[in-house]
């Protein structure tokens, strides 16, 4: 009778011959060998990073490496001469109170802000429940912030202006009223601040629906066996489910308010009270000349941002929510 011997069969060989030790039978076994051990494959995710990285460094990091340089000269942005001054950029800065007034502005736009994630937190719990047309009404909160803000600067300018689309309406309601809009800085304020709500609602109620309809449906059903109403459910199922997004928006929220500068700067260019520290280092740069005192106040307003950012993240740290 042929066959292999016991010996043959514990050695993995057909006639008797020890196989080396260490070497693995088959091709495929070859090739995922050379994979492994390819040199190309350790380098592979670095391939894939090389672009993005060479981008944000020349987007980013250079640009502020650059604007970090400019804020210790006494540059005008021309010249191709810039005479170091140290830190006078700086002093100047802090020791000017009309230079750190403007942040008072910022304070609408941070008002506007809370009023903004209500609603936009409001109707995100809403349209994440069965309702009729609730497709048609995400379309709705979300499509002003696919407009461009030049063009919504422009829009409103006309909507508030003295006899504009504003006026007309009241008329029509029969209301009279002779008001300037942005004619007063408090009500400049206020109306500019309204059309900030107007436009990034839906930024963050994307990020809140999102948030939401991630949470596992079974929850809500038990909820429900329990007796839960929809309040409950918010307060104890979507709440602590959505505070990291919560956490975000207030960031972005905080960082967006102490930032603003296009609506503004296209509806009133920063008169009548509505300049913003932003609006007020664009004309140090580019009206006045003064790019070194300009680059030192756009990295005073990053450092505040990230300051406040950091503090916030310090009060509110997020915590990792299992709810299942």
């Not at 059903?221 to 997004?245: C, N, T, Y």
Request: net charge positive; no cysteine; proline share 6%.
């Amino acid at each position: 009778m042929t066959g292999r011997s016991s010996t043959d069969e514990k050695t993995g060989t057909g006639h008797g011959r020890p196989r080396p030790p260490g070497r693995r039978r088959g091709p495929t076994a070859a090739r995922a060998r050379s994979w492994r051990d390819a040199p190309l494959r350790r380098i592979t995710p670095w391939l894939f990073l090389a672009v993005p990285l060479a981008l944000l460094i020349t987007f980013t990091y250079v640009p502020v490496a650059s604007m970090i340089s400019y804020s210790f000269t006494d540059w005008d942005g021309v010249s191709p001469r810039r005479e170091n001054v140290g830190f006078d950029n700086y002093v100047r800065i802090f020791t000017r109170p009309e230079l750190f007034r403007v942040f008072f502005v910022s304070g609408y736009y941070l008002a506007a802000s809370v009023v903004q994630i209500v609603v936009a937190l409001y109707f995100a719990v809403i349209l994440s429940f069965n309702l009729r047309f609730r497709n048609f009404f995400k379309g709705i909160l979300f499509f002003p912030y696919l407009i461009n803000g030049v063009a919504i600067g422009f829009v409103f300018l006309y909507f508030f202006q003295d006899g504009g689309t504003l006026d007309s309406v009241l008329a029509w309601l029969g209301v009279s009223t002779d008001h300037p809009w942005l004619g007063d800085p408090t009500s400049a304020n206020v109306s500019l601040a309204g059309v900030s709500v107007w436009r990034f609602t839906g930024l963050n109620f994307v990020l809140f629906l999102g948030a939401i309809q991630s949470i596992p449906g079974e929850l809500y059903e038990a909820a429900e066996l329990d007796g839960a109403g929809k309040w409950k459910q918010f307060r104890h199922i979507i709440a602590p489910s959505i505070k990291p997004v919560i956490s975000l928006s207030v960031i972005l929220a905080i960082s967006g308010s102490l930032s603003v500068f296009e609506i503004p700067y296209i509806m009133t260019g920063g008169a009548t009270g509505t300049q913003t520290f932003v609006i007020q280092t664009v004309k140090l740069a580019f009206q006045f000349n003064k790019t070194g005192l300009a680059s030192a106040a756009a990295v005073v307003l990053l450092l505040i941002i990230l300051l406040v950012t950091w503090i916030q993240r310090r009060l509110v740290p997020d915590d990792k929510v299992d709810l299942v």
